[in-house]
């Protein structure tokens, strides 16, 4: 034996030695290390001796010392680490560890130098493979991979392909690729080394190949090298891997689609396939195979044979259903789970786990039905919400306290996926479980979803009729002032209505009523519905009851509303009376008018639309004091504004009483009606006004019909009315020679021209009244003021009556009897200077004559043209006779003669101009019929010596009827 | 408000229904106040219609009267009564305001009104009543009505014309009668008072053609002599003016409107004695408003 082999054999015994070394028990470890490194001390002193020796010239030697110092190195760095984790932690933290390993690391440095020695001293030494070898573990010890990696890699260059160091160096590189999952490449190293060593980690190294394969999709080659390894595991020779190829196998099996075979694969071997698929599945798990996992667990369940066994699968499969969004599945699963929890057969663990799920699957499956995604999917998110619904379900069941909130939760659910009747169900039941659960948050949301349920389009009609009600009672009772019972309120009162609960509806008011006792809106709304159906139900009482309420201020209600429920109770007070009047039962609806009117409970709108109908019944009747007096109180009653309603009922109703001669009476109707309607637009207020006054008069009180013509103006009665009613007024005073009045009277009128006309013949017997009692003056001036009025009129082209005509020419005439008179006072004298003096003045005054009388003319009395006539006739006849009949005196016949001669031919014209007149006179007279006593001084021929006069004792002949035909 | 009143006015003032009351009557004390009405008596029943060929007194003519188909106002108080207890219902209610019996006519107006109220000889004679008791401005209200219901109805225009001439305003009279005597050319009143102004004032021949008229329907109204009479002893015929006179019973001399002139006809006939002795006969006490002429001519008659 050589040296060199000699070593050679010393370097395996050694590392012979150190892998036996792992194979020393535990207790004997501390022991064996001692023992160890004592021996190797032994050998380093040798080495390094005969290093020593030989200058270091022998790199085998220098390689030894490198072995046994990397030995000595793990053994101390083994004793270190004992030692340190022995301590307490805290003192352990504290540590220099640098120090603490100090001796440890200063064996494994002078390793390294001595191989890096060698490599740098050696360069050509052949067993170089060797030393990197050794740095390659060495660096491993320092956790310096990519430096051992390199030197193992260096290793397997430096060392004879297929020699111990070579291969094991490919082990060591296989293994750390595989840890790195570079699956390529340790699959080449792997199958290479395998090929060479065959010792008892065969077995753990082909299994780490087999995977490899398998990562690498090499199913076949994984399968059967991991069958390979089973077998070689039941051979003592090697390490057992067959508890992980059992678990592993059917992995393999499965990822290749193939679980057909693992169940094979465990059948053979007698395994319990169930319980080793379903360690395949955990570990299928582990490894992110979920897929897999799923597809082992289907599988394990078709061969469990407990339910314990299968309470795990499906514990198993619910987890995984759940990372898959397989939510049917995942249910089915819970159900199981939840079917074997009611068993007592659940684990708290479990139970937990059970409930984490099915919490989470509901929440998820809420918030998936409630997602715009389903939107447009109703059946997917009906689905969703019955799931979850479901999950919900059993969480109530699991956590019986809480089952109120998954009833909530299920019942927003099924509100987002808009199966609002469901909710609605679901509110309620999660409404009453809140509530004995004392839990006012919930209960709270429950009502809110309830309500929102109930008010959602969809909702079905039976829903609606069974929980809406109790919804709406619940929110009020609640929350009774909230902005929602609010609208709550009103909602419920209108059903309450829908329903003719007319009880439950009120009791809704007046709750409405004490929680918002300022919502005199709503409150009126609520009221008039109330009202309606109490009309509808021709409840008079009760309506009545509710006007009294609002009377004595228990319901505020708008003044206009309150006039309407007035206007309602008397309609209905009204309506019965009404149907006796148009069937023709009016004594009896006159009876009850009148009972109407004098019942102390009748409003006063009530009283007054009686009187009113009680007054149109008498006016039916014909019964004039009973219309006078029913229309007198309905009048009182009424506002001007129903007056101007009925002014014409009134109208006629005044107009009968009228008829029937009551003139107090009508002129007063008209006097009211007239005071009613004055400010306001009337299409009879000038008649009512002319109808009073003239009534009045008419019955002798004057003094009323001036009341009433005085107020014509402020009345807005048109001018010409009130003027009439002035006029009316002063010639009932005249014919009732009421002088000291009709003064005041005229005097009241005499700036309104248009009136001047017709005062002018009541002046004129005012006039004469004033002289006839000695008041001349006064007469006189009222005369002045007469003419005064008629050049006024005249001017202002007023129509003068006859009647005033006549006064004027009257009044002219006097000045025309003044000139007359002066005619005939002259006389006619000689001698012939005087004679012609007076002849000349008789010509000038008959001159003034002729002008005064053509005044008179002017007028346009009938009367008077035929005075001014009849005096122009006489005075020009007149003055003709005198001037005729005149002899001068003393003088001789021719004188005479001639003279008479001369004034015939003076008075020739005069004459013919006189009898002109009398043509002209007779002409008018007959033309105009005027009708005057000096008429037959023209008309008759012969003038009688007593002017006659014809009377009729009897006065003008009245005329009763038409008479015969 | 204005709906409901509405309503009620209407369905009191058109419904009129002879159904007797069957809801049985409580016996409030309204019931026994109204216990004297009937739902009859609701009903407005049928009015009378104006008809003008019966619009005259029948049985009431008289033969001194040619005006006592239209006009009762001349009759003796015993054709007036039987004017009153006739069939006649509108002549019933003049007659009983002719005789005074306002009380009375006022009831019977009140009875008829509701058949009569649209009837303008009812509201005619309405009118006269208030005339007759001295209250024109009632009657002209009546004759007005009467006229509103019947403008061209004659007789209230010929007694507005009356109330006229009473009144002093005679040229308005005369066109009142004019237009009623116009409007009817068969109605003798409006004629007779047309007659009767025309003579007042001179117009002889147009009094006169009216009269003949008149004296052709009757030749025994004295009325209508007595004036034929006047007409020509205004002319100065006398002759013609005794013959007309002499138709006039003795006892109507008593008359003024018939004395006076008579007794100043025959003496400007030359018949003093018999002048003054128809003078004699004049009723002084009954003068009216002719006292003064009656002086007149008892001055000329030199008595």
Same mark, same amino acid.
């Given at each position: 034996m050589t040296a060199s082999l000699r070593k050679t054999f010393f370097i395996l015994f050694l590392l012979l030695s150190i892998v036996t070394v792992r194979e020393v028990k535990a207790n004997d470890v501390a022991q064996r290390r001692s023992q160890l490194i004592a021996v190797i001390d032994e050998e380093l002193k040798e080495v390094t001796r005969l290093n020593r020796q030989t200058k270091s010239r022998n790199p085998r030697l220098l390689l030894r010392m490198a072995e046994l110092l990397l030995e000595k190195a793990r053994h101390i760095k083994e004793q270190e680490n004992e030692r340190f984790l022995s301590l307490p932690s805290e003192k352990r933290v504290k540590l220099n560890k640098n120090r603490f390993f100090k001796d440890s690391n200063k064996y494994f440095i002078q390793a390294q130098r001595t191989c890096l020695f060698i490599l740098k001293r050696h360069k050509s030494f052949k067993e170089k493979g060797h030393v990197y070898y050794i740095l390659a573990y060495n660096a491993k010890e320092f956790q310096q991979h990519e430096k051992a990696k390199n030197y193992f890699k260096y290793a397997i260059r430096n060392s004879r392909k297929g020699g111990e160091v070579n291969s094991k160096s490919r082990l060591a590189l296989a293994e750390i690729y595989y840890n790195e999952q570079r699956y390529s490449k340790s699959i080449p190293l792997y199958e290479s080394a395998l090929r060479k060593i065959n010792d008892k980690w065969w077995t753990k190294d082909s299994f780490n190949l087999a995977w490899s394969y398998f990562r690498t999709k090499k199913f076949d080659r994984a399968i059967a090298l991991m069958k390979k390894v089973y077998a070689r595991s039941k051979d003592s020779k090697y390490v057992d891997m067959s508890h992980l190829v059992e678990r592993d196998i059917a992995y393999f099996y499965t990822e290749s689609g193939n679980t057909s075979e693992a169940v094979k694969f465990y059948k053979e071997r007698g395994g319990d396939i169930s319980k080793n698929l379903l360690k395949v599945s955990n570990y299928l798990v582990n490894q992110g195979k979920f897929t897999a996992a799923e597809r082992t667990l289907s599988e394990a369940l078709k061969y469990s044979k407990s339910e314990i066994e299968r309470l795990e699968i499906y514990y198993q499969l619910m987890s995984l259903y759940e990372r898959f969004g397989k939510y049917g599945k995942h249910l089915d699963a819970a159900q199981k789970l939840y079917a074997y929890h009611k068993k007592g057969m659940l684990s708290a663990n479990q139970l937990e786990s059970l409930k984490y799920h099915v919490q989470k699957m509901a929440a998820l499956l809420q918030k998936q039905a409630a997602a715009k995604r389903y939107e447009t999917q109703p059946k997917i998110r009906s689905l969703k919400a019955k799931q979850a619904e479901t999950y919900f379900g059993i969480l109530a069941d699991l956590n019986p306290s809480k089952g109120f909130m998954a009833n909530f939760h299920a019942a927003e659910t099924n509100f987002a996926a808009k199966n609002f009747d469901r909710s609605a169900q679901l509110y309620a039941q999660a409404y009453n479980e809140s509530s004995a659960a004392g839990n006012k948050k919930i209960l709270n949301l429950s009502l809110n979803g309830l309500l929102a349920s109930l008010g959602s389009k969809g909702v079905s009609e039976a829903t609606k009729s069974r929980y809406l009600e109790s919804a709406y009672l619940a929110t009020i009772k609640n929350e009774p002032t909230s902005k929602r019972s609010y609208k709550i309120y009103q909602r419920l009162f209108s059903s309450y209505m829908e329903k003719k609960d007319v009880d439950n509806a009120e009791k809704t008011l007046n709750a409405f009523k004490g929680s918002f006792p300022r919502d005199y809106k709503t409150q009126e709304a609520m009221l008039a519905q109330v009202m309606e159906h109490y009309k509808q139900a021709n409840n008079e009482s009760m309506i009545k009851a509710y006007v009294q309420r609002i009377n004595r201020g228990e319901f505020k209600v708008s003044k206009g509303y309150a006039k309407k429920l007035k206007l309602l109770l008397l309609t209905m007070q009204f309506d019965d009376v009404e149907k006796l009047n148009s069937t023709g039962e009016k004594k009896q609806a006159l009876i009850d008018y009148v009972q109407i009117y004098k019942a102390?409970? %009748? %409003?006063e709108d009530a009283r007054k639309n009686a009187a009113y109908n009680i007054a149109t019944l008498f006016y039916q009747l014909g019964d004039a004091e009973r219309t006078y007096k029913w229309s007198k109180e309905a009048l009182n009653l009424m506002s001007n504004r129903d007056v101007s309603k009925f002014e014409s009922s009134f109208l006629a109703m005044a107009t009968d009483v009228f008829g029937k001669r009551r003139f107090s009476e009508a002129a007063e109707l008209n006097a009211i009606l007239l005071k009613k309607v004055c400010k306001r637009k009337s299409r009879n207020k000038k008649n009512f006004f002319k109808n009073a006054h003239v009534i009045y008069l008419a019955n002798g009180d004057y003094k009323s019909a001036q009341n009433i013509v005085d107020s014509g103006n402020a009345c807005g009665i048109p001018s010409s009315f009130v003027r009439e009613g002035q006029i009316d007024l002063i010639k009932y005073l005249v014919s009732n020679k009421n002088w000291g009045i009709l003064k005041d009277r005229i005097n009241s009128v005499r700036n309104d021209s248009s009136v001047l006309p017709e005062i002018i013949y009541p002046m004129s017997q005012l006039a004469e009244a004033l002289k006839q009692s000695g008041r001349i003056e006064d007469g006189r001036a009222i005369e002045s003021e007469i003419l005064n009025f008629y050049t006024t009129a005249k001017r202002g082209r007023k129509d003068i009556p006859l009647e005033a005509l006549d006064v004027v020419a009257d009044l002219k005439m006097r000045n025309l009897r003044v000139e007359v008179s002066k005619l005939n006072s002259i006389k006619l004298t000689f001698p012939e200077k005087l004679y012609n003096d007076s002849l000349k003045a008789k010509f000038a005054q008959l001159d003034r004559v002729t002008s005064t009388a053509l005044k008179i003319l002017e007028v346009g009395s009938g009367r008077g043209i035929v005075a001014a006539y009849k005096y122009l006739v006489e005075s020009y006849e007149g003055v003709g006779a005198d001037i005729r009949g005149f002899t001068p005196p003393d003088k001789s016949e021719d004188y005479i003669k001639s003279f008479k001669k001369s004034m015939t031919d003076l008075t020739n014209p005069l004459l013919a101009k006189a009898r002109d007149f009398r043509k002209e006179a007779v002409g008018q007279i007959s033309k105009s019929n005027i009708l005057s006593i000096d008429n037959n001084y023209f008309l008759q021929s012969k003038q009688l010596p007593v002017p006659p006069e014809h009377f009729y004792s009897r006065g003008a002949v009245l005329m009763d009827r038409g008479g015969k035909r | 408000m204005k709906n409901l009143f509405c309503l009620s006015l209407i369905l009191l003032l058109v419904t009129s229904c002879g159904s007797s009351s069957k809801k049985s009557e409580n016996q409030s004390p309204e019931s026994q106040e109204f216990s004297w009405i009937e739902n009859n008596d609701f009903e407005s029943g049928e009015t009378v219609k104006y008809d003008e060929n019966s619009d005259l007194f029948e049985? @009431?003519? @008289? @033969?001194? *009267? @040619? =005006?006592s188909s239209e006009s009762i106002a001349r009759l003796p108080e015993f054709k007036l009564e039987v004017v009153a207890t006739s069939k006649d219902t509108i002549g019933k209610v003049i007659s009983l305001c002719y005789q005074k019996k306002f009380k009375e006519a006022s009831q019977v107006m009140d009875s008829l009104f509701k058949k009569y109220k649209n009837h303008p000889a009812y509201w005619n004679q309405v009118g006269t009543c208030f005339f007759l008791q001295g209250n024109m401005r009632g009657a002209l209200l009546y004759y007005n009505k009467s006229l509103s219901l019947n403008?061209?109805?004659a007789p209230p225009i010929n007694n507005l014309g009356v109330i006229y001439q009473k009144d002093g305003r005679e040229q308005k009279a005369l066109l009142a009668f004019k237009k009623a005597s116009e409007l009817n050319s068969f109605s003798l009143t409006p004629i007779f008072n047309l007659s009767q102004m025309y003579l007042k004032y001179g117009f002889t021949d147009k009094a006169r053609s009216l009269l003949a008229a008149l004296f052709k329907k009757n030749g025994k109204d004295m009325d209508v002599i007595n004036s034929l009479a006047v007409s020509y002893m205004i002319e100065g015929n006398y002759t013609e003016a005794l013959k007309w006179y *002499? #138709? /006039?019973?003795? *006892? =109507?001399?008593?008359r003024y409107d018939i004395g006076i002139n008579y007794a100043l006809t025959l003496k400007l006939s030359g018949r003093v004695k018999d002048a003054q002795t128809v003078f004699e006969r /004049?009723?002084?006490? #009954?003068l009216g408003d002719s006292s003064t002429y009656y002086g007149k001519v008892k001055r000329y008659l030199e008595l």
């Open positions: 102390p409970e %009748s %409003s | 049985g @009431s003519e @008289s @033969s001194y *009267d @040619s =005006l403008k061209n109805y *002499d #138709k /006039i019973p003795r *006892d =109507l001399h008593s /004049i009723n002084v006490t #009954k």
